[in-house]
C-alpha cells in the first residue's frame, strides 16, 4: 500500500531487517505520548513521578526505542519460525502494526501456519512476562516504571496482534484453523470477511473518538485484508503457469538509439512500452510517456539511454507467474523486463496478467457449475 518506503537497517542470520515509514510516524507518535502520560504511567506503576532520574523527552525516546526492539524481536519470532520450517525468509519490514516477513513461500501444512502465526504473540507475551518480573524484583523507581509501561505495552501488543483480522496474526490463526474444515480458500473469504468487519467497527470508533490512529490501522486491515484474498485467489488460478507463457516476446530496442527510432519501433510492435538493452547490461525500459515529453523535432537527437528506466528486477521465463506477482505490481507502471538466462526476450505486463486472471476465473466459476 505504502510501496517501498522502508529501509534497511541490520541483517541477523542472512534476514534484513527493515524500518518502514508507516513504524517512524508511530514512534513520533509514541515519543509525543510518552511524554504526555509520563505522569500518569509513573501513578499507574506506583512510582512517584519526581523519584526518576530521566527527564521526560528521554523517557519518550527510551520508550519509543524499546517498542522498536519488542516489534523487532515479535517479528524475529516469525522469521527464525519459518526458518525452522523450511521457508526462506529474505527480510521484515516492521510497519505500523508490527511487521511484513517477506518469505517466499507460505506453509502448505496447516499446523506450520498456525504456529507461525501465533509465535509472535507468544514472543510479546514473554517480554510482558520479563517486564512483569523486572516490575517486581526492581529497586529503582526508573526500571520499576520501565518494567510496568513496556510490560503492558507488549500485552497490549499481543492481544492485538491475536484480534481475528488479516494482516494480524490472529487473522492467520484463524485462516488456518478453518482452512483445516474447509479449504484454504473458503477459510480466507471467512478470515477476510471478519476482517472487513473488524475494520469497520475499528474505524466507525475511531471516528466517533476523533483517533485518527484507529482510522488509519481500520484501513490498513481493510486494505490488507482484500490484497490477501486477491492474492490467494490469483495463486490459486496462476497454478503453474510460467512467465514464459504469459510475457510477451518482443526485440529489445538498444540504449544507443535514438527516441525517434524507439518511438517508429513501438509503432511497429503496438506496445507503449519496450525492452531496453544497455552497454552495462542490465536491462532496463522505455515507457511512450517517457517519449512524449521530448519535442518531437529533436527526438533523432535524443537518445534512449537519456529516458530508459533501469528495472528494479527481470524475470526469468521458467519463474512461476504467483511467485512473481508482488514483484509485478509494485514495478514502475506493472511491467518488468522478461529474460531467457541472461539474454533480454520481451516484457511480463501487469495489465496482461490482470486480464489473464480474469479469464482464468471464469473458466474456474464454469466448471464450478458445471460439477455442481
Ligand atoms: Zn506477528
Redesign the pocket.
Known amino acids: 500500500m505504502f510501496g517501498t518506503a522502508s529501509w534497511k537497517m541490520i541483517r541477523i542470520r542472512g534476514i534484513d531487517l527493515k524500518i518502514h515509514i508507516s513504524l517512524l510516524i508511530l514512534l513520533a507518535y509514541t515519543t509525543f505520548i510518552a511524554i504526555l502520560q509520563l505522569p500518569l504511567a509513573a501513578q499507574s506503576a506506583g512510582v512517584d513521578p519526581y523519584a526518576l532520574t530521566l527527564g521526560r523527552l528521554s523517557w519518550g525516546i527510551l520508550f519509543s526505542l524499546a517498542i522498536l526492539i519488542s516489534v523487532a524481536l515479535?517479528?524475529f519470532?516469525?522469521a527464525l519460525t519459518a526458518q525452522s520450517l523450511g521457508i526462506e525468509v529474505k527480510g521484515i519490514t516492521l510497519m505500523m502494526l508490527?511487521?511484513i516477513s517477506e518469505m517466499n513461500s507460505i506453509p502448505e501444512n496447516r499446523y506450520s501456519e498456525f504456529k507461525l502465526?501465533i509465535i509472535?504473540?507468544v514472543v510479546s507475551l514473554g517480554i510482558a512476562a520479563l517486564m512483569y518480573l523486572l516490575n517486581r524484583s526492581a529497586e529503582s523507581p526508573d526500571l520499576i516504571l520501565f518494567g510496568h509501561w513496556l510490560g503492558y505495552t507488549n500485552l497490549a501488543l499481543a492481544i492485538f496482534?491475536l484480534l481475528p483480522a488479516f494482516p494480524?496474526?490472529g487473522g492467520r490463526a484463524l485462516r488456518s484453523v478453518l482452512a483445516a474444515r474447509v479449504g484454504t480458500l473458503r477459510a480466507t473469504r471467512t478470515a477476510v470477511n471478519i476482517s472487513r468487519i473488524f475494520a469497520w467497527v475499528l474505524g466507525l470508533f475511531g471516528a466517533f473518538t476523533f483517533n485518527f490512529l484507529l482510522i488509519l490501522i481500520a484501513f490498513f486491515i481493510y486494505s490488507a485484508a482484500q490484497a490477501e484474498l486477491s492474492m490467494l485467489i490469483s495463486r490459486g488460478l496462476l497454478g503453474n503457469i510460467r512467465v514464459g507463457d504469459l510475457g510477451v516476446r518482443l526485440t529489445p530496442v538498444h540504449e544507443s538509439q535514438s527516441i525517434e527510432e524507439a518511438a517508429s519501433e513501438m509503432m511497429r510492435v503496438k506496445s507503449p512500452v519496450l525492452p531496453v538493452s544497455t552497454s552495462n547490461g542490465s536491462p532496463a525500459l522505455i515507457f511512450l510517456d517517457s517519449i512524449k515529453m521530448i519535442p518531437k523535432d529533436s527526438r533523432d537527437r535524443t537518445y534512449i539511454r537519456d529516458v530508459r528506466i533501469t528495472a528494479s528486477r527481470s524475470v526469468e521465463i521458467t519463474e512461476l507467474l504467483k511467485d512473481v506477482i508482488p514483484d509485478l505490481a509494485t514495478a514502475p507502471l506493472g511491467v518488468l523486463p522478461m529474460m531467457e538466462g541472461s539474454r533480454l526476450i520481451g516484457l511480463l505486463r501487469s495489465s496482461d496478467l490482470a486480464q489473464f486472471i480474469q479469464l482464468k476465473s471464469l473458466e474456474a466459476t464454469d466448471s464450478g457449475k458445471r460439477a455442481a
Open positions: 515479535h517479528e519470532g516469525h508490527g511487521g502465526a509472535g504473540p496482534n494480524l496474526d
